[in-house]
């Protein structure tokens, strides 16, 4: 009986583990970039940095990006005196960064942001969010100032 239930409780446990999410894993949620004329010019399924780690960490040492993927940066968890600004130090590959408001509208960009450059990325004022894509999707989708993000995050202002 009692190796019975050592064989139960060893199945559950297994079970259990293999249902479980990994540590490697990443949630991923989709984002879609609007035209003002109500179009979608372009759609991702991204990571969110939403922790000071995440961002800290955001794509440093990975050396490819899916297309059409990419990570958001949740800048509401840094205080809000905090100036900011990005940088590529030990990232290894090129990247658009767009600065996105309150209102989820695009204000601003970077393109083609260069591997391991440690000159800090500044927007002209303080995003609510930040999206890194692979470098040249900007001019590939045609992302334009005014365009809108249609993202979760945004309605838990």
Do not use: H
């Not at 969110?48 to 960490?57: L, P």
């Not at 658009?96 to 800090?120: K, L, Q, W």
């Amino acid at each position: 009986m009692f190796k019975f239930l050592r064989l139960i409780a060893l199945s559950v446990l297994v079970f259990t583990a293999s249902c479980s999410k990994s540590e490697n894993e990443v949630a991923l949620s989709d984002l879609q970039i609007i035209t003002p004329e109500g179009a979608v010019r372009a759609a991702y399924k991204v990571e969110t940095a939403d922790t000071k780690e995440k961002m800290y960490n955001g794509l440093m040492g990975r050396t490819s990006l899916d297309i059409n993927s990419g990570l958001v940066f949740d800048i509401n968890i840094l205080p809000q005196d905090m100036e900011v600004a990005l940088w590529m130090k030990d990232t290894l590959i090129p990247l658009d960064i767009v600065f996105v408001d309150e209102n989820g509208v695009v204000f601003s960009y970077y393109e083609n942001a260069r591997p391991n450059d440690v000159t800090p990325i500044y927007p002209p004022k303080r995003p609510r969010l930040v999206l890194e894509i692979n470098g040249g999707q900007i001019a590939q989708y045609g992302i334009s100032i005014g365009d809108k993000f249609k993202f979760d995050l945004l309605d838990k202002k």
